[in-house]
């Protein structure tokens, strides 16, 4: 076929005026964001006939491009951090980024807990620390638009590792405090060496109001033996346009268990690219997703199990109010030498009103043939007569359905270990459903 | 205390009840007889308020308020319950938490203080025992993995907590062994009171042992077509329901 050149929309010409003005300015390596970059605006923002966002034409939510923030005063981000809420009551080690830059100051780095080191982006990337070279990209990460984009703009972010069984979990906080519409490009790489264990929480909120745009790589490799918690919670204000990517290197004989609870943004979109690379590894990814009004949530995932005897379970749980859109695109690949593969996806919808949309894409490429895996996917409304069961014991109908919701989402958050991180999740299940009225 | 005057109603264009009166006083138990689809279990959801069914005609009157107007929680709030023939299996909702928010709902409705949480746990406690109802299983999910009999104690033990004063049971006795049979009907007549009236809905005479009524009816083609004292329930037992039968088609 003919070489075609695209027609640029405003936000895709808008970012490659920011990337030709920004890109020396930035830590690091020229050439590798300038590949990364060459390969997104190669196709430019995907839009509904790439068939990764059929259901989130990204074309069309990011009409204009906001500029790219700049880093807080010390004073701002102090301020931003103090009126931050999502998992705050979690007693844990803080790793702020407020407007997308990582808050130096808020980490001690002299008393940090053993087994913690942690290297601030810009740095491990004018050193070319050696830790980056243990890094290679998951293949959907480094061929996804919107972790290319990252990748082209990552300002700041962390290079954490862990090494032992740290107990004190680590929050990364995502704040974004801007007044007006800013974009961010943060990276988080975690190492957490053979044998560790750790609890990792994530928060992601703005403020209201504003067209933000973040978009948050965090990058993960776990080794043999390992543990891993993952907690993230999306509470982004109500008209940001939220993307972000979790790409998995899990090694042999490891646990790694994550879930992502939303309630934020006007357009979510996140990925998950997890590859199990050793055997006996047990990974569950989880999702919990509330919207309304007019929000819309993606959630998209891909596991590989890329090592044969790896049980993975993927369970979504969505509650769709108002006239709100929900996605899951999940894909499990079992390569031809993962025998004894253990794979189990589901994705539940709930649909409260009448005006609400979910759109699953459950798939299965299986390659081995000695393999169990399943995958399902409902859509549905609650069950009238548990409905009316629960009345008939006196519960108004509202506060049946929010038993039957609460219900409903809880299975998808039960095995978080970390008990002040579980309640905060059951508590902002309780507080969506209360603001529901 | 319940009246329930000419009642008229279908589901999907089906007639089920046919005209139906019957009165329960306070401190009475009637218990209500009849063949299998003679309209029973509708009356038991029609006085609960579920949404499928059309009422066409009548009134149901609970102390001279009507029942018909209200939402199922509103009648739950003025005294009604139903111990369902087949308990719903809530997973994710620990009995306990149901326990609490169906109790809490009902003060509330009525305006009175919720419960502490040791108050509630003794009462829980104390109406469990004597249900023979272990603790283990008030922290599992509701009925989810409970056998027949257990779902049934368990809804008695809402009734004990609940306290309402008009009880409606509909076909408690299915699939209940001798024991659950006993363990039940004494839950159910440690509950008798002056204040409080039972309907009673079964298919046999077995459960008017445990449970001795005051009133027997019998039910058929959707409505009552004979009332009698609780000698009733033994001729039927005897006798069948061939004679309600006449002039229905075969």
Redesign the interface.
């Known amino acids: 076929m003919a070489d075609v050149t695209l027609m640029k929309t405003p936000a895709e010409t808008a970012l490659a005026q920011a990337f030709e003005s920004a890109k020396t300015l930035l830590p690091g390596n020229v050439e590798s964001r300038a590949q990364a970059f060459e390969l997104f605006s190669a196709r430019g923002l995907p839009h509904r006939r790439v068939e990764e966002f059929k259901y989130t034409d990204l074309r069309a939510f990011l009409r204009e491009a906001a500029p790219f923030a700049v880093a807080p005063s010390s004073k701002e981000a102090a301020a931003a951090l103090e009126n931050a809420k999502a998992l705050a009551g979690v007693e844990a080690l803080q790793v702020p980024f407020v407007n997308g830059h990582f808050v130096r100051d808020a980490v001690d780095f002299k008393s940090l807990p053993e087994g913690i080191e942690i290297v601030p982006l810009g740095e491990a990337l004018a050193d070319n620390h050696d830790w980056l070279a243990r890094l290679s990209p998951v293949p959907w990460a480094s061929d996804n638009p919107v972790y290319q984009l990252n990748t082209s703009f990552m300002a700041d972010g962390v290079m954490i590792r862990v090494v032992g069984e740290v107990t004190a979990p680590l929050h990364l906080r995502f704040v974004t405090a801007a007044e007006s519409a800013v974009a961010t490009a943060t990276r988080v790489l975690v190492l957490v060496e053979d044998g560790a264990s750790v609890t990792l929480l994530e928060s992601h909120e703005s403020t209201d109001g504003a067209n933000h745009q973040p978009n948050d790589v965090v990058e993960l490799i776990a080794g043999d033996g390992t543990k891993v918690q993952h907690v993230r919670v999306n509470a982004e204000g109500d008209k940001a346009l939220a993307l972000s990517t979790m790409a998995i290197k899990v090694g042999a004989d490891a646990a790694f268990n994550s879930i992502n609870v939303v309630t934020g943004a006007a357009v979510s979109r996140h990925q998950v690219f997890a590859v199990l690379n050793g055997e006996n590894t047990n990974l569950r990814v989880n999702g919990a997703t509330m919207l309304k009004g007019s929000q819309h949530g993606d959630s998209t995932l891909v596991v590989e199990h890329a090592a044969p005897q790896c049980e993975s379970r993927e369970l979504f749980k969505t509650i769709i109010d108002g006239e709100a859109t929900g996605v899951f695109q999940g894909k499990i690949i079992v390569p031809h030498h993962a025998q004894k593969t253990d794979g189990r996806m589901m994705s539940a919808a709930v649909l409260l009103g009448e005006g609400g949309a979910m759109n699953n894409k459950p798939e299965l490429e299986i390659f081995a043939d000695d393999v169990q895996c399943a995958h399902g996917a409902t859509c549905g409304q609650l069950d ?3 409905l ?10 509202k ?2 359905e929010s ?2 919701v ?3 989402l ?2 998808a958050v039960e095995f978080v270990e970390n008990e002040a991180a579980r309640e905060a999740l059951v508590a902002t299940v309780e507080g969506w459903l209360k603001a529901r009225g | 205390m319940l009246e329930i005057k000419n009642l008229h109603v279908q589901i999907e264009d089906k007639r089920i009840l046919n005209g139906l009166n019957l009165t329960v006083n306070k401190g009475e138990i009637a218990a209500i007889m009849g063949p299998n689809g003679s309209g029973k279990s509708t009356l038991s959801y029609v006085l609960a308020g579920k949404e499928d069914y059309e009422v066409l005609d009548g009134e149901i009157l609970l102390d001279g308020e009507n029942l018909l107007e209200m939402e199922p929680d509103e009648r739950a709030a003025v005294g009604v319950f139903l111990a369902f023939q087949y308990p719903l299996e809530i997973p994710g909702v620990a009995s306990m938490t149901f326990l609490k928010a169906t109790l809490n709902a009902q003060r509330k409705a009525r305006g009175e203080e919720e419960l502490s949480t040791p108050d509630f746990i003794k009462r829980v406690n104390a109406a469990a025992q004597q249900l023979e109802i272990p603790k283990d299983m008030l922290k599992r999910a509701l009925n989810v993995g409970f056998s027949g009999g257990e779902k049934k104690r368990m809804e008695i033990l809402q009734m004990a907590l609940l306290q309402p004063s008009f009880c409606i049971l509909d076909e408690t006795d299915s699939g209940l062994d001798i024991d659950a049979l006993r363990i039940v009907s004494e839950g159910v007549n440690a509950l008798r009171s002056p204040d409080r009236a039972f309907l009673v809905i079964t298919h046999y005479q077995r459960l008017l042992n445990h449970i001795v009524p005051d009133t027997v009816h019998v039910m058929h083609s959707g409505r009552i077509v004979k009332s009698g004292g609780k000698e009733l329930a033994l001729e039927l037992e005897a006798s069948g329901y061939a004679e309600y039968r006449t002039g229905e088609a075969a």
């Open positions: 009238e007569d548990l009316f069961y629960l009345m008939a014991r006196g519960l108004p109908k506060e049946a038993l039957l609460q219900a409903f809880g299975e």
